[in-house]
């Protein structure tokens, strides 16, 4: 009887304060969480690894890259992204992070990863922000894949660097020394996939994986949520 009335109650509840989808605003079901079905089934998929791959060209010694979602302006994929950044809503992380995570195990390159490092964010950043959304993404993967994290293996000392109207080799100085290994003992002799949310240009996550090769990852693969078109 106890679950009836709570039943009934749960119902009541959806019906006077229905959650609503963080892709498209339309209240969920009860099946349905954070994101509905719908905006499921239809995140725009990014199929286009020649890209990816030009993108970081000569620029560092990548096994695989790997991206998930395209990132249009007014799009899907910016939505939902803009809701897990900046308004707290830490559950998208870990559904797109497990969808990623779960299309990653079926591609030909999983088989030799051995560990996973979500991109830190500045201390600073991360305190501000309550969480790393990229170590988010990262548990998804992790629980889709059953692959570890290494989640305090690599620091990020300065917060960010701007690209803007500089030189490849100008811009690689400004990005130099913004990362430093802490734990290279975790790092030592295996294949690393490094996280991120959303890739621009890359030179964030060039620094990063530079200075896990430099530190002694044998291996460096990078996984993109999201490739700005
Ligand atoms: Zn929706």
Not at 48 to 64: F, I, K, Y
């Amino acid at each position: 009887m106890y679950s009836l009335y709570k039943t009934l109650l749960g119902d009541l509840a959806d019906v006077l304060f229905p959650a609503s989808c963080a892709g498209c605003n339309r209240a969920l079901v009860r099946s349905e969480e954070v994101i509905c079905t719908n905006c499921l089934t239809r995140l725009p998929r990014f199929d286009d690894s020649q890209e990816l791959e030009n993108r970081l060209a000569g620029r560092l010694p990548v096994a695989a890259i790997a991206g998930y979602l395209k990132y249009e302006t007014g799009g899907l994929t910016q939505r939902l992204l803009h809701r897990l950044k900046y308004r707290g809503q830490r559950q998208i992380g870990l559904i797109l992070g497990t969808q990623f995570g779960a299309w990653l195990r079926q591609q030909p390159f999983w088989q030799e990863v051995e560990a996973i490092i979500p991109l830190p964010l500045h201390p600073t950043k991360e305190k501000k922000r309550g969480y790393n959304q990229s170590a988010l993404l990262t548990q998804g993967i992790s629980d889709a894949t059953g692959l570890p994290v290494l989640n305090d293996v690599v620091q990020r000392l300065r917060p960010s660097a701007s690209q803007t109207r500089k030189s490849r080799e100008e811009r690689w100085h400004n990005v130099a020394g913004i990362f430093a290994v802490k734990d290279t003992a975790a790092i030592a002799g295996r294949h690393v996939l490094l996280v991120d949310d959303v890739l621009t240009t890359g030179a964030t996550l060039e620094a990063c994986g530079q200075t896990l090769l430099e530190a002694g990852a044998e291996k460096l693969s990078l996984a993109v949520l999201a490739v700005a078109m």
